[in-house]
């Protein structure tokens, strides 16, 4: 009897540490808070240190903490570049209806526009373009791959 | 191409005649009514014409097949077996042997002949009821011999009209967007085909990305999104010209098109700021209107048949809902209230249903509900599934749906689906390619 609720509670704490463990990997590979993608799989760079890309929630356009950083970022090398003119390209993920896509994609590229024009890049150096769920950069049906979707893309646009 | 098509009717519908056969299509059927079609005979003469003219030896059998199909496929009908046939076609036609027709369970005959008479098809049909041993609808017409598969249709419209008291939806189109490729850098062509899938064709080249063609309801006119030139933005297209102009002059994305119920304006959503609004277009003089003016998204627009109401998707609440409003923006009125996320509302062409798309719990539905927002019905349910289209008679939705990828993204596909509104008779719908957006046509003849 007493031998067998030993058994059962080195079982239960096994599992309690595997499933934590899991957790913690899961934590490191990647790439996720909350739903918002945070990994670097997909990210290209418009100049070394400068990513071209920032993540939404599901069905959110507020830009988080970390995609400020990266706008402010692609802000200054905008500054140091005044000649270059940008593209923003607005995406959404493949779990929702294609015309609300649309426009939630233009909504998402425009958050991203707003934001570089309060880091005084002016608004004629910058146009936007919504893809809705038309260009996935993944093409998995699964959580990580609708977080690494649901994006807006600054493109050199010359 | 349609302008020539004369319909000649030598026979009125008997005056005296009361159904004996009928089939209710409100409720789901599950006992198709079984009918007899028999091949339309044809002279020797006629099929040597016929043949040279279309390369087909016998249009009589194919047109046959062409409304078997098609009844069978509305889910109303059992089409028997013509192995068990015991009276030639040619007999069939001047006076059923009933004792015959009824001894296989057929309850309904249908015969016809189909002549080549000053290089035109001339076709005549006769619809029987075997139990009652009489004829309850007689038509002739006459038309282009390349309009043979037409035929087919018409005469299934007309015997559907006759036995359900509905007008048919199977001499119409539908025109969807082809896909192909990887689903990263997907590939799509606008194209249309008939409603059995039959002489397909595509529209555009795919050089550039199309989205959600939809009818004029009153002509041969499309509306659909282009990203030519990488601006998406709302298009007009004559698919019998291939004539093709961009709708209005927006400084931004327009997209989201549908014409009204006479075919004389654009309704569409404008984007501009990150704020999509309703705008009209009038197609004669070309005035735009702004229909709702909201920081939120407002999108898929949809008018009621007598273009008095408009019903749209908006995320005003905080998430997509089903919204009504009159045709000018004003009272606007949430109706859809249950749990879940509501798109790509479409008014019924009856006037008494909206179709929409549900997002819940990580599932898709297509379903309706009245204009009120009251009696939601789920009809059916899968991983992805939107944009459902009405059939001309509303009896009918067509939509699409795509499949889960595995774990390496791979195994995507993209197909037509239709189902009864009774949530009965679900059918995958046969493309050439992988397909989306599908938009029935009206009834081409009428």
Known sequence: MKLNKILKNTFLVVLACLALSACATQKKTGQMQGDVYTGSDTVEYLASGVPDRVFFATNESVLTTASRETLRKQAAWLRKNSKVTIVLEGHADERGTREYNLALGERRANSAKDYLMTYGISSNRISVLSYGKERPVDSGSNPLAWSKNRRSVTVKAN | ?446
């Open chain 2, 1 to 446: 191409m349609f302008r020539i098509f004369f319909i000649f009717f030598i026979l009125v519908f008997p005056l005296n005649s009361w159904a004996l056969i009928e089939v209710d299509i409100t409720r789901g059927n599950l006992n198709p009514l079984p009918v007899a079609v028999s091949p339309l005979s044809i002279d020797e003469n006629s099929r040597k014409n016929f043949e040279k003219i279309l390369n087909n030896s016998d249009i009589g059998s194919e047109i046959s097949a062409i409304v078997e199909n098609n009844l069978k496929t509305s889910g109303l009908f059992n089409p028997l077996n013509k192995d068990a046939f015991l009276q030639a076609p040619d007999i069939a036609n001047l006076k059923p042997r009933f004792e015959d027709w009824s001894l296989i369970k057929a309850q309904a005959l249908i015969t016809g002949k189909v002549n080549f008479i000053d290089k035109k098809l001339r076709v005549e049909f006769r619809l029987w009821d075997v139990l009652a041993g009489k004829e309850i609808l007689a038509l002739a017409f006459t038309t282009v011999p390349t309009n043979w598969r037409r035929v087919g249709h018409i005469i299934t419209d007309k015997v559907y009209e006759r036995l359900t008291g509905e007008k048919g939806y199977f001499d119409t189109r539908i025109i969807y967007v082809a896909e192909e490729g990887p689903k990263t850098k997907r590939i799509k062509k606008l194209a249309i085909m008939d409603q059995d899938g039959a002489n397909n064709k595509f529209l555009t080249l795919g050089n550039e990305l199309v989205l959600t063609p939809r009818f004029n309801p009153t002509s041969q006119m499309v509306t659909y999104l282009s990203y030519f030139r990488n601006l998406p933005r709302v298009y007009l297209l004559d698919i019998e010209t291939g004539m093709q102009e961009v709708v209005g002059d927006f400084p931004g994305m327009t997209f989201a098109p549908r014409f009204s119920p006479n075919g004389k304006k654009i309704i569409m959503s404008f984007a501009k700021d990150g704020n999509s609004d309703i705008y009209t277009m009038d197609l004669e003089n070309r005035i735009v209107e702004k229909i709702t003016n909201h920081p939120s998204i407002d999108t898929s627009p949809s008018y009621s048949p007598d273009g008095k109401y408009i019903c749209f998707n908006s995320d005003r609440s905080g998430y997509q809902q089903i919204y009504v409003m009159k045709s000018d923006g004003t009272s606007v009125k949430r109706i859809s209230f249950g749990t879940g996320l509501y798109g790509t509302p479409v008014w019924s062409p009856r006037g008494d249903l909206i179709a929409f798309t549900k997002l819940h719990k990580g599932k898709f539905y297509i379903g309706v509900m009245r204009t009120d927002g009251s009696g939601e019905r789920l009809l059916t349910e899968n991983f992805y599934q939107e944009a459902p289209s009405w059939s001309p008679n509303g009896r009918v939705l067509i939509f699409y749906r795509e499949t889960k990828t595995n774990d390496k993204g791979e195994g995507f596909s993209a197909k037509l689906w239709s189902i009864d509104l009774t949530g009965y008779n679900e059918r995958l719908v046969n493309t050439p390619s992988d397909a989306s957006d599908p938009s029935w046509s009206s009834l081409l003849s009428n």
